[in-house]
């Protein structure tokens, strides 16, 4: 079984609508992170969590929120999708240690029309 | 500014002709390099870390170098499923803790 998994992979969705991307890892890490891909910008950060109570926004942050439900789950929640929204979305972990390597997830593709 | 740059954009190459890819970085103080592997449709997996200038790590056909201002991954005679985009990523410190900042990648093409 993967690592990190995460649901769903594909998702087409209309503007305005409510989105909720999940991921769970088994790898015991504390740090989570959501990024999202887009072509030519290469991987930029939303959000990222050390551990449950903490929750740090990242580069691109707005129109996004997050919730950390246990050290295994980590969601991403966008409130009202709109088109420019739509891109690649990569949920990674890495070791509570400093300057350790990020374990991705499959990711999720979202459309949002 | 931290940042983090790969050159070339996009590479094509023949089964067994050898070729290197770019990761310059403008940080202050390097914290480590890390190189992934990013297949089409799937996560970033990760290759190497480099922490100082000097390193090399080598991983079948791969190898990773490290300079004080960018670091080469050197592939030796390719093969058509090294096909793939390379990303490399630096730590950098923010608000007491770090994140990483990664490159736009290289999109490796092997042909046959």
């Known amino acids: 079984d993967a690592d990190v998994t995460q649901t769903p992979r594909n998702r087409i969705t209309k503007t305005g609508k409510r989105i909720m991307l999940e991921c769970s890892q088994t790898k015991g890490h504390d740090r989570m992170y959501w990024y999202r891909q887009d072509p030519g910008l290469g991987l930029r950060l939303i959000y990222y969590?050390?551990?449950?109570?903490?929750?740090n926004k990242g580069e691109i942050s707005d129109g996004y929120s997050v919730s950390r439900q246990a050290q295994a789950k980590f969601s991403l929640s966008l409130e009202s999708a709109i088109p420019n929204q739509t891109a690649l979305y990569f949920c990674?972990?890495?070791?509570?240690?400093?300057?350790?390597?990020?374990?991705f997830g499959p990711g999720t593709r979202l459309t949002v029309l | 500014e931290d940042q983090v740059t790969q050159s070339p954009e996009a590479l094509r190459l023949q089964e067994g002709e050898s070729s290197s890819l770019n990761c310059s970085y403008t940080v202050s103080g390097l914290r480590g390099l890390f190189w992934y592997r990013q297949d089409p449709g799937k996560g970033p997996e990760f290759l190497f870390t480099?922490?100082?200038a000097g390193e090399e790590k080598e991983k079948e056909r791969l190898k990773a170098t490290l300079t004080k201002k960018e670091s080469f991954l050197h592939i030796t005679a390719p093969k058509p499923e090294d096909s793939a985009t390379y990303l490399c990523?630096?730590?950098?410190?923010?608000?007491?803790?770090?994140?990483?900042?990664f490159g736009t990648g290289t999109r490796l093409k092997v042909l046959a």
């Open positions: 480099l922490y100082s």
């Open positions: 969590s050390f551990d449950v109570k903490d929750i």
């Open positions: 990523a630096v730590p950098i410190p923010t608000s007491g803790t770090y994140k990483y900042i």
């Open positions: 990674a972990t890495s070791d509570p240690d400093y300057y350790n390597e990020q374990f």
